[in-house]
C-alpha cells in the first residue's frame, strides 16, 4: 500500500469508515469527527462539499450533456471557440490562456514543457511570491476532490502548443469550471489572518508558507507522526513531500488534544 492507502485503512481501523464530510471536518461511523490537514493534496482545499460545483453538475446532467459532441463547457478539439473552461482559467490567472484538460499529471508536464520548457509551473493558490501570469505554461489540479485525476493545462495565448487534451463529459467540465469561480472568490477572502491563528499549535511540527504546512518533524519519524495525528483526530498529510494545509474555519480547539499530547521528536541538524 502507498501513503494514502495506509492512512486510509488506519483511520477506518480506528474510527470506522467516514459517513459525512463537510467543510474541513470528517465524520466516521463510531461518531467521531476529524479535522482534516491532508484535504486530498489539496483537491479539497475549499472544502468537502463543493456545493456550487455538485448544483452544476447536477442541472448540466439533467440536460442529458453526457455525449462526445461540443457544449459551451468543455474545450473543442479545432479551438474554435473559447469554452467556459478556459474563461474561468483565464480569470484565476488573471492572463488569457488556452486550455486542454489531461487525465494525468505526466501527460499535462509533458505537454506543458514541450510549450514552454523555460516558463513551466505548477499552480497552487496561495504560493507567496508566485505571478503566474509571467508563466508561460502552467498545469492546474482543480480544487474538487473527486476529480484526482484530471489536470488541466494552461497556455498564454499565442504560445505554440500541440497538446491534444482529452474529452470530459460536460457535467464533469461544467463542475470543474465552477470549482474554479469558486478558487477565485476564496483567492479574495481568504488570506494571511485566517491562517497565522493557529501558528501557537502548528509551528512546533510545521513551517507554514501561507496556508501550506512543511513538517519539521524528521523523514524517518514522519509515519509516526502522522498516525499520532491521527489518534489525536487529526488528518495530516501522510505523503512527506506533499504540504498539509491549515484547516480553514476550524475552532482552535480541534488541536486540543494534540496540545496536551505533544509529539516528541529531535529536529534535524540543519
Not at 491562517?195 to 496556508?211: A, H, K, S
Request: hydrophobic fraction near 45%; proline fraction near 6%; charge should be positive.
Amino acid at each position: 500500500m502507498n501513503e494514502v492507502d495506509e492512512l486510509a485503512a488506519e483511520l477506518t481501523a480506528r474510527y470506522g469508515v467516514v459517513k459525512r464530510a463537510r467543510g474541513c471536518f470528517l465524520y466516521t461511523a463510531k461518531g467521531v469527527r476529524l479535522t482534516d490537514l491532508y484535504q486530498e493534496g489539496g483537491r479539497a482545499i475549499l472544502g468537502w462539499g463543493g456545493a456550487g460545483a455538485f448544483s452544476v453538475l447536477k442541472n448540466v446532467l439533467s440536460r442529458g450533456l453526457t455525449g462526445s459532441f461540443d457544449t459551451d463547457f468543455t474545450p473543442r478539439a479545432d479551438g474554435s471557440a473559447k469554452s467556459q473552461l478556459a474563461r474561468a482559467v483565464s480569470a484565476l490567472i488573471g492572463d488569457e490562456r488556452v486550455v486542454s484538460v489531461h487525465t494525468g499529471r505526466q501527460s499535462a508536464l509533458r505537454s506543458a514543457l514541450s510549450a514552454a520548457p523555460q516558463a513551466t509551473a505548477v499552480y497552487r493558490p496561495w504560493a507567496q511570491g508566485a505571478d503566474w501570469a509571467r508563466c508561460d505554461a502552467l498545469v492546474i489540479e482543480p480544487p474538487l476532490a473527486w476529480t484526482p485525476h484530471l489536470f488541466l493545462l494552461a497556455v498564454k495565448a499565442g504560445v505554440p502548443c500541440e497538446a491534444e487534451g482529452a474529452r470530459i463529459a460536460a457535467p464533469l467540465c461544467a463542475a470543474v469550471t465552477r470549482s474554479l469561480y469558486d478558487l477565485v472568490a476564496a483567492i479574495k477572502v481568504r488570506q494571511e489572518k485566517d491562517w497565522f491563528i493557529y501558528d501557537t499549535v502548528l509551528v512546533r511540527y510545521w513551517t507554514r508558507r501561507g496556508p501550506y504546512l512543511f513538517p519539521k518533524v524528521p523523514r524517518a519519524q514522519y509515519a509516526a507522526f502522522v498516525r499520532h495525528c491521527l489518534q489525536h483526530t487529526l488528518v495530516v498529510s501522510p505523503c512527506y513531500e506533499q504540504p498539509s494545509i491549515v484547516p480553514f474555519g476550524a475552532d482552535f480547539g480541534v488541536f486540543r488534544l494534540l496540545q496536551r499530547n505533544p509529539f516528541p521528536f529531535e529536529p534535524e541538524s540543519v
